[in-house]
């Protein structure tokens, strides 16, 4: 699954927007200011796939897409009121392309953002309301075709991750993402809190039958019963603002990893494992999960104390891993905000490890952060700039990888002036001007000095060795259009201008 072009005439600030992605690469990270349109095009990519899944006519905004998958190339022309198919360039009707949908659609449709807005999540609603009343008729086939990640999800992956010893030996060595990541070893013990789910209450029921839950929950629940260490229900007063009522739980304990290892051979791999959890979370029945861990130095710690880059990289790349189909196609919008600098180095790197090099998948990626992006050529680039007649798009002119964070900062795709605090850059800017001032008043004289010595501890030398750059850095500094501020596209052309002229002028005086 690959997303090639995609034109769209009008939704939110994309107006008569095109964009060219490398179908060559797997992952595309889009760049750009706030309010681009970066999140709106994955939006927009989540609503095209939703329609297509559901048949239905996408209202929001017309379309051309083209992409390929399952071996095809596929093509739709999408109009307010149909839509037009192609296949390897031939027209088919609707009737025949939804006859090889498992071909023409992406196998998964999976989304992630990192903010608390609804905006993204709730294209993914109608899906997972098909998926429940499945799940309730005990049918037990692959996750949906659409999944939005939540953060309860996270916690799902951890307990998958622990429901295999093979996988569990794998994860906690050297390089496995338990150890090296979250410097978790082993699972202490697992507290299921289960509620007397909305749907249940006011009505009838037998204490065995979990509120009259059904279908495959029930059949998990039943499988988890045995396994629980003094099975305990409560009625507990649960506080809703000035008023109170009264909610049964359920809580399943089970006392170590044997335990888990041991219900979790009910399931045939931790993907079925992983997709049985979530029932019950789809069902309205789990309050909490409490997971206890061990860690390296043996001490305990709970799933609540992780922190939140922890948990938003279990719940991304630990859906990766249990998700993934081939033909995947994966919207991630600002999955990195709360990883530390190290963590996004590796980034991509353990996407591709836990996706695959091969995989026949894509990531189309939001950031903002110059270190995701530090080790990408530029064909995986896009960078989102604005002008007076909209939104473009286009790839930057060299790769990212190799410039270093400074200078992935300071190049076009982030335009910044400088990778220097505003501080210190005004203080090394005064101090060129004055440094090449021909008559320095005494007052001006003491300041030059102060702010050399002042750099001089920061590693900022007087001089270069050249003194053709010297004489540049001079001529630069008398332009008035120089300023130390983040650059649109004209900007950096008048700059570009303004250093060719200078270079022209110095060329000559050299040459006379």
């Known amino acids: 699954m690959r997303v090639d072009k995609l034109s769209i005439d009008k939704f939110k600030n994309l107006q008569n927007f095109s964009i060219d992605i490398d179908e060559t690469q ?43 998958c399952g071996g095809k190339k596929i093509k739709i022309v999408s109009n307010k009121d149909k839509k037009r198919f192609f296949v390897d360039e031939e027209e088919v009707t609707k009737t025949a392309f939804y006859r090889g949908r498992s071909v023409h659609l992406p196998r998964n449709v999976f989304a992630y953002y990192s903010g608390t807005s609804r905006r993204l999540e709730s294209h993914f609603d109608k899906h997972e309301e098909i998926f429940y009343r499945r799940l309730l008729d005990d049918d037990d086939r692959a996750l949906r075709r659409m999944f ?106 089970l006392k170590d990893q044997d335990q888990l290892l ?31 861990m061990k860690k390296s130095d043996c001490t305990v710690i709970t799933f609540n104390e992780m922190s939140e880059g922890e948990k938003q990289l279990l719940t991304v790349i630990g859906l990766i891993k249990f998700t993934k189909e081939q033909d995947t196609l994966f919207l991630l919008d600002e999955p990195d905000t709360h990883l530390n600098p190290a963590w996004k180095f590796d980034y991509l790197d353990l996407i591709e490890k836990y996706c695959g090099k091969a995989d026949n998948s894509q990531f189309i990626i939001s950031t903002h952060d110059p270190i995701v992006i530090s080790g990408l050529t530029k064909e995986s680039v896009l960078i989102f700039e604005r002008n007076e007649t909209g939104t473009y798009v286009k790839n930057p ?116």
Do not use: C
């Open 26 to 68: 797997s992952i595309s990270v889009l760049i750009g200011q706030n309010g681009s349109g970066k999140s709106n095009l994955i939006e927009a990519l989540s609503i095209i796939f939703r329609d297509l899944d559901l048949e239905d006519i996408t209202v929001e905004f017309s379309y051309t897409i083209e992409y390929q």
């Open 148 to 253: 939005y990640a939540r953060l309860i999800h996270s916690q799902f992956v951890l307990l998958a991750f622990f429901s295999l010893i093979d996988e569990l030996s794998k994860e906690t060595q050297d390089d496995g993402l338990l150890n090296k990541y979250l410097d978790v070893f082993g699972l202490e013990s697992v507290l299921f809190i289960l509620k007397e789910p909305e749907w249940r209450k006011g009505k009838g029921h037998r204490k065995s039958e979990f509120w009259g839950a059904r279908g495959v929950v029930r059949s998990f629940l039943d499988m988890l019963y045995p396994f629980a260490l003094a099975p305990l229900k409560e009625k507990v007063t649960v506080k809703q603002g000035r008023s109170s009522s009264k909610r049964e739980f359920t809580y399943l304990f």
């Open 262 to 292: 041991a219900f979790a051979k009910n399931f045939s791999e931790n993907t079925e494992f992983f997709k049985h959890l979530e029932s019950m979370y789809l069902s309205d029945l789990i309050e909490d999960i409490h997971i206890k």
């Open 397 to 512: 002119d060299i790769d990212p990888r190799g410039l270093g964070i400074a200078g992935v900062l300071t190049s076009e795709i982030f335009g910044q002036m400088t990778a220097l605090d505003h501080k210190t850059q005004k203080d090394l800017d005064r101090k060129r001007q004055l440094q090449y001032k021909q008559d320095r008043t005494q007052e001006e004289e003491d300041l030059y000095l102060e702010l050399e010595g002042k750099l001089t501890k920061l590693g900022f030398s007087r001089t270069t060795q050249d003194p053709l750059y010297d004489k540049f850095i001079e001529r630069l500094y008398l332009r008035p259009e120089y300023q130390t501020k983040p650059l649109t596209e004209s900007d950096r052309d008048e700059l570009m201008k303004i250093t060719d002229e200078i270079l022209s002028e110095l060329l000559k005086e050299e040459q006379a």
